[in-house]
Antibody
Framework: QVQVQQWGAGLLKPSETLSLTCAVYGGSFSDHFWSWIRQPPGKGLEWIGD???????KYNPSLKSRVTISVDASKSQFSLKVNSVTAADTGVFYCARLKRYSRARDSLDVWGQGTRVTVSS | QSVLTQPPSASGTPGQKITLSCSGS????????VSWYQQLPGTAPKLLIY???QRPSGVPDRFSGSKSGTSASLAISGLRFEDEADYYCASWDDSLSGRWVFGGGTKLTVL
């Protein structure tokens, strides 16, 4: 049974850097992609980006300039940093496994519990 | 504005069958798998359907998915009060160097 557990700071001031980490327990870390998704209050889901075990990343073009996703495969962990946050970055951030199927991205089948991030001065 | 288009709301009564729609384009639904997610209030999304119509173990067969061309649908039969939730469709999009895209979500109310 694969599980992901996430943690990080939940209260930030404008211009600070958001930093979250997700640990993967069970299953194969190398076979899939590892994603970050955010959800503003009362709104829908937005994919931020993903990374594989080798550190190859894909980012949402709308966020790419401020986002860095990194991986520590030795610990089965991956991390998210978002620079220069503003109030518009407030929301719940999820990490999730983006399952690989025959080299394609299949579905987000394992989700973290979510981290509520508030950006306020 | 979401890349995949879903109606913002839908409603049904217990026992009814309801179908939620998701419309995309050739670069996403038209050439990649569709998945569906259920999000109950205050919780993380849960995978309901993957690879267009496959159900993960533990998901009741009341939930079924289909895809035709650049559109997909999620059908829920034997509607229950506990099905009241937000439902999102998603797919990979081959444009802009590739990105994962979601629909805006449909809020399902069981009356």
């Amino acid at each position: 049974q694969v599980q992901v557990q996430q943690w990080g700071a939940g209260l930030l001031k404008p211009s600070e850097t958001l930093s979250l980490t997700c640990a993967v327990y069970g299953g194969s870390f190398s076979d899939h992609f590892w994603s970050w998704i955010r959800q503003p209050p009362g709104k829908g889901l937005e994919w931020i980006g993903d990374i594989n075990q080798g550190g190859v990343t894909k980012y949402n073009p709308s966020l790419k300039s401020r986002v860095t996703i990194s991986v520590d495969a030795s610990k089965s962990q991956f991390s998210l940093k978002v620079n220069s946050v503003t109030a518009a970055d407030t929301g719940v951030f999820y990490c999730a496994r983006l399952k690989r199927y025959s080299r394609a991205r299949d579905s987000l089948d394992v989700w973290g519990q979510g981290t509520r991030v508030t950006v306020s001065s | 504005q979401s890349v995949l288009t879903q109606p913002p709301s839908a409603s049904g009564t217990p026992g009814q069958k309801i179908t939620l729609s998701c419309s995309g384009s050739r670069s996403n639904i038209g050439s990649n798998y569709v998945s569906w997610y259920q999000q109950l209030p205050g919780t993380a999304p849960k995978l309901l359907i993957y690879r267009n119509y496959q159900r993960p173990s533990g998901v009741p067969d009341r939930f079924s998915g289909s895809k035709s061309g650049t559109s997909a649908s999620l059908a829920i039969s034997g509607l229950r009060f506990e099905d009241e939730a937000d439902y999102y469709c998603a797919s990979w999009d081959d444009s802009l160097s590739g990105r994962w895209v979601f629909g805006g979500g449909t809020k399902l109310t069981v009356l």
